[in-house]
């Protein structure tokens, strides 16, 4: 199965900087299947990005995802308050599908 | 609005059984493909088992494989998890995912807590 390391495992930024999430997967991602999901306590995790770089319904233009291959980034442009949660990357293109550890996004 | 919601998880001894179910609305429920994720406490997301919008189709982890159903009742627009010989490594949130087109999971529930222990 494809394993997917995020990096980093936590990044703390401060409201207005830009944040670069990375994953990288153990083997080639399939018609680059990756997505990025959000996900903050108490709350149903939020697709964000599918196929690498599209953005899911009623997501902001400040995500943007990136990436083919082994590599894939989540980019936040400029950090609101409500975008400090926890961040999994996914491959859906392969079987069995797989997420990454996450990245925590915490305030500085 | 499309919403899934859990039914409460609970608590199960090991080598025990346990019925999820996720009540869907907002959507027409047979035409999409369901499925169950779950993430133990300080671990990623893991894929469990997942099942097309007829039911004809279903998939399972290694990990749950022989010990897990997958089912659904198109009727009442509802989505179960049959769990059976649990292990303390199932004890976990387990979240009810709508596919999309392409199976990636567009939509979550919030969860629900199921704890393995004598």
């Known amino acids: 199965e494809i394993v997917l390391t995020q990096s980093p495992g936590t990044l703390s930024l401060s409201p207005g900087e830009r944040a670069t999430l990375s994953c990288r997967a153990s083997q080639s991602v399939s018609s680059n299947y990756l997505a990025w999901h959000q996900h903050k306590p108490g709350q149903a995790p939020r697709l964000l990005i599918y196929?690498?770089?599209s953005r899911a319904t009623g997501i902001p233009d400040r995500f943007s995802g990136s990436g083919s291959g082994t590599d894939f980034t989540l980019t936040i442009s400029r950090l609101e308050p409500e975008d400090f949660a926890v961040y999994y990357c996914h491959q859906y293109g392969s079987s069995p599908h797989t997420f990454g550890q996450g990245t925590k996004l915490e305030i500085k | 609005e499309v919403q899934l919601l859990e039914s409460a998880g609970g608590l199960a001894q090991p080598g025990g059984s346990l019925r999820l179910s996720c009540a869907a609305s907002?959507?027409?429920?047979?035409?999409?493909?369901m499925g169950w994720v779950r993430q133990a406490p300080g671990k990623g997301p893991e894929w469990v088992s997942a099942i097309g919008g007829s039911g004809e189709r279903t998939y399972y982890a290694n990990s749950v494989k022989g010990r897990f159903t997958i089912s659904r009742d198109n009727a009442k627009n509802m989505l179960y998890l049959q769990m059976s010989s649990l292990r303390a490594e199932d004890a976990a949130v387990y979240y009810c995912?709508?596919?999309?087109?392409?199976?990636?999971?567009?939509?979550w529930g919030q969860g629900t807590l199921v704890t393995v222990s004598s």
């Open positions: 907002g959507f027409t429920f047979n035409r999409y493909a």
């Open positions: 196929g690498a770089s």
């Open positions: 995912v709508r596919e999309g087109p392409v199976p990636y999971f567009d939509y």
